[in-house]
C-alpha cells in the first residue's frame, strides 16, 4: 500500500473511532476535532461475549478493570487471555457497575449497543 493511501486509512479508521473531537495526532501531523470520544467497535465484538448489548472486543489488553469493577458481568476467559463478558446486566447496580467498567477500560474495548426502540 502507497503511504499516502495508508494515511487516507489510517485518518478513515481515526474518523470512524472519533465522535466529534479534540485535537489527535497521528504522526507528525495533527488532526483537529472538538472533543474525542473513542468507542469499542461493534465489528471487533467477540463471539465468547453473552448475547446483549454490553460485549468485549478483540483489543481487550487483560488490565482487570472490568473484572474488579463488575466480576459477576465481565469474567477473564482463560483460551483468549482476556475478558469478556459471562452475562449481561439484570439489575439497575448492575447495570451501573457495566457502565462504569465500560467508562473505566483503559483501551475501551467494551462497547454497548444502543438501547433498541420499544414498540
Not at 465489528?43 to 478493570?65: F, H, K, M, Q, W
Request: hydrophobic share 35%.
Amino acid at each position: 500500500m502507497h503511504f499516502s493511501q495508508q494515511w487516507q486509512s489510517s485518518k478513515l479508521l481515526m474518523s470512524a473511532r472519533i465522535v466529534a473531537g479534540q485535537t489527535a495526532n497521528l504522526g507528525s501531523s495533527p488532526l483537529h476535532f472538538h472533543k474525542v470520544t473513542i468507542m469499542a467497535l461493534p465489528n471487533l465484538r467477540l463471539a465468547e461475549n453473552a448475547p446483549g448489548p454490553y460485549y468485549v472486543t478483540s483489543e481487550c489488553i487483560d488490565c482487570d478493570i472490568c473484572r474488579e469493577t463488575a466480576a459477576g458481568i465481565f469474567r477473564r476467559h482463560d483460551d483468549l487471555g482476556f475478558s469478556v463478558v459471562i452475562r449481561q446486566p439484570a439489575t439497575d447496580t448492575e447495570h451501573q457497575l457495566a457502565k462504569e467498567a465500560l467508562e473505566g477500560c483503559p483501551v475501551e474495548a467494551i462497547g454497548r449497543e444502543a438501547d433498541s426502540p420499544s414498540s
